[in-house]
């Protein structure tokens, strides 16, 4: 079976295996100490395939002890009830606990890093206050300028329609966030021409007191809001956000990232599967939703595990030895083991057929080597090397940066600046389309009516000094062009 750090197979050019894990040199001290002989078979093999189809590895073994086929298994195997009516179990060959190993969560998208200042909550009502802001100046406005027009020396109403209205204001109201109130305020009470505003071209009662009260209270907000807004953007731009770890079963259960792959015919995967309330429950619906994330074999589930889209409970040493192998490769931390699971720990015990002859002389020499202490010290030393990826992270390491800012950072600035030149650009094309439309229109309809008015002066038969008069006005006109 392939399990690393326990049994490492690697594919001969002729087809066999060969083990460079702990196991061997498990079983190399178990041969010399009990004078046996052993041979070892790979399973799943094309045998068992056809003939006990695709089961979990163990399933295999243990149909292979009721057919006794093979003496024993290299395979540890937690002892169970159901288990030991079919198979025997010497002394246990490692104990420890569970763990998980998950995928290092990936820093935020940063393309809208420049919003996250402020809840969504918090850009809706002041989107929600900007339009009323500039309702009420338009209506106010256009009152002022129906019934005081005369009194305050403004423009008519007919002179300034109310799309010109609406278009200024907001655009008054926009400057006054993007300079902070200070100019928009140094405007808006020193510009005056008898006690009235420019504002974006268009005089308005800036003098009346109503207009005076909008326009302080949105100067006192617009204030509040860009010196709370520039005062955070920097960190929200800075300092890396990364995507809520996963470090228990809840946070697992509630991630739309990761997924949860299990071992079929394992200990936890009955657990889970069998739960009826809580967390397990949770993950157990998931599962029977995707059937195919109960693999069959370690080695499947080794090469699931390298997508980062899965997370998979199993023995603390299987789990540390994945992170380091894939550090080994990969030169970086792409995996972490969580910290032990609430299960109990686990004890492998070596398995025999029901009833074996072997069982004895393996559970006495296996208790007599736990004694030696060996089994530790061969584990620790045939773990794969990777301390930066179990260092405790420092409280610091995700401060703001020192330096320049990354292009990286003002992403979504840019995505925002080239979307406005791209509208701008569209806008200008249907200006173009539009007025070239409205141009060949005007000149087809006044070619016609020039026509017509020839045709009418020929028709009838006008007096000569109509006619004349009606033909100095026609070639007065000019022909759109």
Not at 73 to 102: C, H, L, N, Q
Request: glycine letters at 6%; proline letters at 6%.
């Amino acid at each position: 079976m392939f399990l690393p750090p326990f049994d490492i197979l690697t594919l001969k050019p002729d087809g066999n295996y060969t083990n460079s894990g702990i196991s061997p040199i498990l079983f190399k001290w178990l041969t010399e100490k009990l004078n046996f002989t052993i041979s070892f078979y790979y399973i799943p093999n094309e045998m068992t395939k056809a003939k006990y189809g695709t089961k979990s590895d163990l399933a295999i073994v243990l149909d292979l002890f009721t057919d006794h086929v093979v003496d024993g298994s290299t395979m540890g195997v937690i002892r169970t009830p159901e288990r030991k009516k079919v198979a025997d179990f010497a002394y246990f060959m490692w104990t420890e606990p569970f763990t998980m190993v998950v995928p290092v969560p990936g820093e935020e998208p940063r393309l809208f890093a420049f919003i996250k200042p402020f809840q969504n909550s918090v850009w809706l009502l002041i989107l929600i206050a900007m339009i009323v802001l500039v309702v009420l100046l338009s209506l106010f406005s256009g009152a002022y300028l129906k019934y005081f027009a005369n009194s305050d020396n403004l423009p008519s109403a007919d002179d300034v329609t109310m799309l010109g209205r609406v278009s200024s204001y907001s655009i008054y109201v926009v400057n006054i966030l993007t300079n902070q109130g200070i100019v928009s305020f140094v405007l808006c009470f020193s510009l005056r021409l008898n006690d009235n505003l420019f504002l974006e071209g268009n005089m308005v009662p800036g003098g009346r007191f109503s207009f005076r009260i909008l326009v302080g209270v949105w100067l006192l907000i617009a204030t509040v809001l860009v010196n709370s807004y520039s005062g955070t953007v920097i960190s929200y731009l800075t300092v890396p956000k990364m995507k809520p770890p996963i470090n228990t079963f809840e946070d697992l259960a509630i991630s739309e990232d990761v997924e949860l792959i299990l071992l079929a015919d394992n200990v936890i995967t009955m657990q889970i599967m069998d739960a009826h309330s809580g967390t397990f429950k949770i993950l157990a619906d998931k599962m029977r939703r995707n059937p195919d994330n109960i693999l069959r074999n370690i080695q499947k589930i080794s090469e699931s595990l390298t997508t980062s889209r899965y997370a998979f409970p199993f023995l603390k040493t299987f789990c540390n030895s994945f992170v380091a192998s894939v550090y080994i490769k990969e030169k970086k931390c792409l995996f972490k083991a969580t910290e032990p699971l609430p299960f109990l720990a686990g004890f492998w015990s070596l398995p025999f057929p029901k009833n074996s002859k072997y069982t004895p002389f393996f559970h006495s020499a296996l208790m007599e080597l736990w004694e030696t202490g060996l089994p530790p010290f061969w584990v620790k030393n045939g773990m794969p090397r990777a301390p930066k990826c179990f260092a405790k992270r420092k409280s610091g390491e995700n401060s703001a940066r020192q330096g320049a800012i990354r292009l990286d950072d003002l992403s979504g600035a840019f995505l925002i600046l080239g979307i406005g030149f791209g509208l701008a650009m569209l806008a200008f094309l249907l200006e173009k389309i539009v007025g070239f439309n409205y141009r060949r229109l005007t000149s087809t309809t006044v070619v016609y009516l020039f026509a017509l008015a020839r045709s009418l002066v020929y028709s009838f038969q006008m007096s000569s000094k109509a006619s004349k008069l009606i033909n100095e006005c026609l070639s007065t006109v000019r022909l759109p062009r």
